[in-house]
């Protein structure tokens, strides 16, 4: 059973069988000697155990996710693959060239019954005709994908209805707003519900000495390179700063040409000229920028909401004395904006496609569906119960050490999204959870869907990513006007921007819109 598991493999795998049975009616007729005979050889038949049927053996390309090989022995997946009597092929190709590899296997014709990918698929495979459709399998096979799998995610993964692939949903992705809660209470502050409250608290950061160190060294807002993590910024009118796309005026556009962002760009710009943005921010690299922060210079910034109670744990550890409280606080709205705030929102994480040349559909649902259950959630999240875990009075214990032996089998196998009580029992600690918890209710009640989740790729983006970060660096530092925003806007659709709008667009009114 182990031989078909390849060592380079990782991310999800393998599949169960579907389960053989037969049932047996009763004999009703008048008993003679060749009925008499009949019935006890189908008693004998049925009192003897019924062999096992042979693994389900399924070929799988994934992404190795950049992690070190799985053991092909390794005991979680010798588990996993009793408990859905599989036989993984698993092949893995490099996270880097993850892409490029599948173009080249599937040009030569190497096709796996699934492969893992983080959107649908390509247009090419469904034009034709590889992609199995998997609306009734899952109606079939798939109680536990339809019932944790919330509808964004499927829609994601959906063709005019048909779904094709299967989506890990995706939780607490968005970033979320940070500030030292502490900065705010030493200078009678509440948190900032609008873009004008939030440059009045962080001229006061500026102006007050929150730091208590008599010098004025404080850094309002902070973010990185790039701008890296200004997500809420940007997200105070709805847009983001990093590929996003959404329908917006009868077109699918990527947020870096939507009207909203030069009001953002222009606030940013207020926030430099006001001094109350890091001076470095365009430069900062991630070890300078975490380091500001840790050493208590910095009053706000935007980051991850999974990391909220490790930044809490920094800055327990390196400035004890100041007594230092993160939390996470909702985006302000901007002036003149009534639309969603926050960030962008990818209802998947990862998906997992399956071809319509393979030999056992059912099982490749029943496996994914087995993943899904309370079962196997708690079996990729925390691994076997017994080992690295155990349940006492109803209450989970995790042996850390053997947690983070089971890092990568974790990363690999996991396809649900956040389970609220494994993540309590990772971190055994009630002030953590709760700041946890503080974060993710922020991102719950906030964000903005991104449209390109399940979209081919574009063609070309011509240059856009180049074009926006020298163009609104030019403006947010005062080499140019805001009102270049416009130019920068037309000069790229004239460029070639215009043919990806109307590409994306066409395909979305044919295939998504409503």
């Not at 607490?172 to 900065?183: A, I, K």
């Not at 230092?324 to 926050?342: K, S």
């Amino acid at each position: 059973m182990r031989k078909g598991f390849k060592q380079t493999a990782f991310i999800l795998s393998a599949f169960s069988l579907l389960a053989a049975g037969c049932g047996n009616g009763e004999d009703n007729t008048v008993s003679t000697p060749e009925a008499t005979k009949t019935s006890v050889a189908t008693q004998a038949a049925t009192a003897t155990p019924a062999v096992p049927a042979a693994p389900v053996k399924i070929r799988m390309f994934a992404s190795d996710q950049s992690l070190p090989p799985l053991d092909a022995n390794d005991p979680n997946i010798v588990y996993m693959e009793k408990k859905t009597n599989t036989d993984m092929d698993l092949v893995s190709l490099p996270h880097s060239q993850y892409e490029d590899q599948l173009k080249l296997k599937f040009a030569s014709g190497d096709f796996p019954d699934v492969y893992q990918s983080w959107s649908g698929p390509e247009a090419d495979l469904i034009a034709a005709g590889k992609v199995l459709e998997l609306n009734d399998l899952i109606d079939k096979f798939g109680p536990n994908l339809k019932k944790n799998i919330p509808q964004a995610a499927w829609d994601a993964v959906s063709v005019n209805g048909k779904i094709l692939a299967i989506p890990q949903p995706s939780s607490n992705s968005n970033s979320t707003l940070y500030v030292r809660q502490d900065w705010l209470d030493k200078l009678g502050l509440q948190a900032p519900k609008t873009s004008d409250e939030l440059m009045t608290v962080l001229k006061a950061f500026r102006d007050k000495d929150p730091n208590g160190n008599g010098k004025k060294d404080e850094i309002p807002f902070s973010m990185r390179e790039k701008f890296t993590w200004g997500d809420n910024i940007f997200g105070m009118w709805g847009v983001n700063n990093s590929y996003t796309e959404v329908y917006y005026n009868n077109e699918v556009i990527i947020q870096n040409i939507h009207p909203n962002m030069k009001q953002s760009l222009g606030f940013i710009k207020s926030m430099v000229d006001e001094k109350v943005m890091d001076s470095e921010f365009l430069t900062n690299s991630r070890t300078v920028w975490e380091q500001k922060i840790k050493s208590g210079l910095v009053g706000m910034w935007s980051h991850t909401q999974q990391l909220a109670w490790q930044w809490q744990a920094d800055l327990d550890k390196t400035i004890p004395n100041d007594k230092p409280n993160v939390v996470a606080i909702p985006t302000p709205r901007g002036t003149g904006y009534d639309g969603p705030l926050g960030t962008r929102w990818s209802p998947v994480a990862k998906t997992y496609i399956i071809m319509k040349s393979t030999k056992n559909p059912e099982a490749v649902i029943k496996y994914f569906d087995w993943l899904m259950s309370e079962d196997g959630q708690m079996f990729t999240d925390l691994g076997q119960e017994g080992d690295s875990y155990k349940k006492e009075n109803g209450k989970i214990i995790v042996d850390t050490a053997k947690m983070e032996k089971n890092k990568a089998f974790n990363v690999i196998f996991k396809i649900h999204g956040t389970n609220p009580a494994v993540e309590e029992a990772k971190l055994s600690n009630p002030a953590a959870f709760a700041k946890l918890k503080a974060a993710w209710a922020v991102g719950d009640k906030e964000g903005f869907k991104n449209e390109a989740v399940g979209m081919p790729a574009a063609k070309n983006t011509y240059n856009i990513d180049t074009m926006f970060l020298e163009e609104g660096s030019k403006i947010v530092l005062g080499k140019a006007p805001v009102e270049h925003f416009d130019e920068f806007v037309k000069t790229w659709r004239k460029q070639g921007g215009d043919q990806m709008v109307k590409e994306r667009t066409d395909w979305y009114n044919k295939n998504r819109k409503k």
